[in-house]
């Protein structure tokens, strides 16, 4: 028999998932559904198999390795839109959870992790190049 899932929980998943990047507090999450903050923290973990803080953290860097990957968004801005405010705190956490810097994320596709050597067109001096 699967465990029923608590609708205060999903309730709560789907509201960080919207607000990820705002400041969020156990004890202001734990008030939004009623629950004390103790007892927050074990539904939560029961339910999701991560603290509330865990999951937090591992939505943030996992939409800051999309951004990377996908945007033309500097590392900065990616910090900043994931929440983040310290950029060391930042690039330890993401170094933690993907495995390399994040400056060393960019442009590589989650669908293909190698990295493609981008070719250049050549320069007019070149052999090959088309004369004008």
């Given at each position: 028999?699967?465990?029923?899932?608590?609708?205060?929980?999903?309730?709560?998943?789907?509201?960080?998932?919207?607000?990820?990047?705002?400041?969020?507090?156990?004890?202001?999450?734990?008030?939004?559904?009623?629950?004390?903050?103790?007892?927050?923290?074990?539904?939560?973990?029961?339910?999701?198999?991560?603290s509330?803080?865990?999951?937090?953290?591992?939505?943030?860097?996992?939409?800051?390795?999309?951004?990377?990957?996908?945007?033309?968004?500097?590392?900065?801005?990616?910090?900043?839109?994931?929440?983040?405010?310290?950029?060391?705190?930042?690039?330890?956490?993401?170094?933690?959870?993907?495995?390399m810097?994040?400056?060393?994320?960019?442009?590589?596709?989650?669908?293909?992790?190698?990295?493609?050597?981008?070719?250049?067109?050549?320069?007019a001096?070149?052999?090959?190049?088309?004369?004008?």
């Amino acid at each position: 028999m699967a465990p029923r899932i608590d609708p205060r929980i999903s309730w709560i998943v789907a509201h960080m998932q919207r607000h990820f990047a705002e400041p969020m507090a156990v004890v202001e999450l734990a008030a939004l559904v009623n629950l004390s903050p103790s007892r927050f923290r074990a539904l939560f973990a029961a339910q999701t198999g991560v603290s509330p803080t865990q999951f937090l953290q591992r939505l943030r860097l996992r939409r800051a390795r999309l951004l990377l990957e996908h945007s033309f968004l500097t590392v900065k801005e990616v910090m900043a839109a994931v929440g983040y405010s310290d950029p060391s705190h930042f690039a330890r956490d993401f170094r933690r959870a993907h495995g390399m810097s994040p400056s060393g994320s960019r442009g590589i596709s989650s669908a293909d992790p190698l990295r493609v050597k981008r070719i250049r067109q050549p320069r007019a001096r070149e052999p090959g190049a088309a004369c004008a």
